[in-house]
């Protein structure tokens, strides 16, 4: 998931360089939406991760 919030905001940054404002704009909302669901995603893994029981 992390893969494709890069992938968004390389496609983000090149789409502003050359002027498409309406494409970055739509990237970089698609990348950051995806960046904070991937850091609730690691969150809830570290927590879930720290109550597993080692027999």
Do not use: E, Q, Y
């Not at 404002?21 to 939406?33: F, N, P, V």
Request: proline residues 0%.
């Amino acid at each position: 998931m992390l893969r494709w919030t890069v992938i968004f905001l390389v496609v983000a940054i090149i789409a502003a360089v050359f002027g498409f404002t309406g494409i970055a704009a739509g990237a970089a909302s698609i990348a950051k939406i995806l960046f904070f669901i991937f850091i609730i995603l690691f969150l809830v893994s570290l927590v879930a991760g720290g109550f597993r029981r080692v027999d």
